[in-house]
């Protein structure tokens, strides 16, 4: 036992410390009694969670895209791509994901999106060459859950083909004042397509990928990150 808790703090301190509030992983799933975590909680290294009898909890990692299934009573640090877990039993796999929409910043999206959006425009046509588009991510399901805080309009529309183009009023009860999820909403986009999503000053181009599926995939390969 003492040499497990010591392996255990040995691999706790290797957590980087210069990214402790820096998000690296989203709470996907909760059920039964954890401390430390809510549902579609941001997670920061380092942060401790606890899990009583008879729960679980889902954790997925934004940037190595690990989602882990931890059940049964225990422990659980975060790390930077994948958790420290102590007594209870972990699942992973490994769906696929965009590491960049842990990265891409505001400024980063806007200047690509208008770019984008002015090729589009001045085109005249009703599809533009795919190949001249450059999506600054790519989702792996269908149905996305955007993160878009607040009251505002969220915009998204196609670029590589004319006429589908939803307007989607928020009204600042989207869950946890900020994810609205397509899923939930029975919506979806057609996989392949190139997208312009637009909410308030933020702006990303975001391609769907061609063997997407609609529905409640998993969520790191489905997250757009609006603000």
Do not use: W
């Not at 529905?215 to 757009?224: D, E, I, Q, W």
């Amino acid at each position: 036992m003492k040499r497990a808790i010591a392996v255990f703090v040995g691999l706790l301190a290797l957590i980087s410390t210069s990214a402790a509030q820096t998000p690296v992983a989203i709470v996907e799933v909760i059920q039964g009694k954890v401390t430390g975590a809510e549902f579609m909680d941001y997670l920061t290294p380092k942060t401790v969670i606890k899990l009583g009898n008879n729960s679980s909890i889902v954790i997925s990692y934004l940037k190595s895209c690990r989602r882990e299934r931890i059940e049964g009573i225990g422990t659980v640090i975060i790390g930077t791509e994948e958790s420290v877990v102590h007594l209870a039993s972990v699942k992973e796999d490994q769906p696929q994901c965009d590491a960049n929409h842990a990265n891409t910043t505001t400024r980063d999206t806007n200047g690509v999106a208008a770019t984008a959006f002015r090729g589009v425009g001045s085109s005249g046509n009703s599809k533009m060459n795919h190949n001249s588009m450059t999506a600054q991510l790519t989702l792996y399901g269908a149905s996305p859950l955007v993160q878009a805080t607040g009251h505002g309009t969220l915009v998204v529309e196609r670029l590589d083909e004319r006429g589908e183009r939803l307007r989607i009023d928020l009204n600042g009860k989207q869950l946890k004042g900020k994810f609205y999820d397509f899923d939930a909403h029975k919506q979806a986009l057609s996989p392949g397509g190139i997208y312009l999503a637009k909410f308030k000053s933020s702006q990303i181009v975001f391609e769907i990928d061609a063997h997407a599926r609609p529905g409640a995939t998993p969520l790191v390969g489905r997250l757009l990150v609006m603000d």
